[in-house]
């Protein structure tokens, strides 16, 4: 089954303890990325990288990393959270060349999501 | 800069009323748009996609939307909502250049018996 999977979907910390969440995809996706949903902000895009040691940041990346080590993991990391980080938090993967054959014309594959607590 | 505006952002309705979800963006070069729903305590899921061709796009469970170049709007339709349909929906645009997607804000469609 075609997936992407979070791991863990929820987790309570507290601040400055360096924490990673993790995300894993079978699908041979080149493209991931990560955002954080907050509510009435919708989705906001972290970080993405379009291919294995290739990475960049989105919107909101202050406060995250990222590494794409191999083509189907790409963990956030948290070096030193604060509560400001709480957040719902999903994984995404897409193809970077779809039917269409140009990017950002491909479907893109959520995980279940975690729901981080900074306490 | 491309943007995506939900200009409703809950959307209250009966079972077996219509319903429309409205958005709007902006963007200067060539988009793609998509429509995703989100469950309670579940992920994101594609309802459909506008990449070209006709502008009347059909997704799953009885939805579609309709591409409007001119008024720059993609907004979600469903003649007859059921219990089940009560969700957050998203309206995202992927720009042609990059494979990033911009996401609005999200509507919350709340159907009463």
């Known amino acids: 089954e075609a997936q992407v999977t979070q791991n863990p979907r929820y987790l309570i910390t507290v601040t400055g303890k360096k924490l990673t969440v993790t995300c894993s995809q079978n699908m041979n996706h080149e493209y991931m990325s990560w955002y954080r949903q907050d509510p009435g902000l919708g989705l906001r895009q972290i970080y993405y990288?379009?291919?294995?040691?290739?990475?960049d940041k989105g919107d909101v990346p202050e406060g995250y990393k990222v590494s794409r080590k191999e083509k189907r993991n790409f963990p956030l990391i948290l070096e030193s959270p604060s509560p400001n980080q709480t957040s719902l938090y999903f994984c995404?993967?897409?193809?970077?060349?779809?039917?269409?054959?140009?990017?950002?014309?491909?479907?893109?594959?959520f995980g279940q999501g975690t729901r981080l607590t900074v306490v | 800069a491309q943007s995506v505006t939900q200009l409703d952002s809950q959307v209250p309705v009966f079972e077996e009323a219509p319903v429309e979800l409205r958005c709007n963006y902006s963007s200067s070069v060539s988009v793609y748009l998509f429509w995703y729903v989100q469950y309670p305590n579940q992920g994101l899921q594609l309802l459909l996609k506008?990449?070209?061709?006709?502008?009347l796009v059909k997704g799953i469970n009885g939805f579609e939307a309709e591409f409007n170049k001119s008024q720059t709007s993609f907004h979600l339709r469903k003649p007859s909502v059921h219990i089940s349909d009560t969700a957050e929906y998203f309206c995202a645009v992927g720009i042609g250049s990059q494979g990033n997607l911009i996401f609005g804000k999200g509507t919350k469609l709340s159907v009463k018996p």
């Open positions: 995404a993967s897409s193809l970077l060349r779809g039917r269409y054959t140009l990017v950002g014309s491909t479907e893109a594959f």
């Open positions: 990288s379009m291919n294995v040691e290739v990475t």
């Open positions: 506008y990449l070209s061709g006709s502008t």
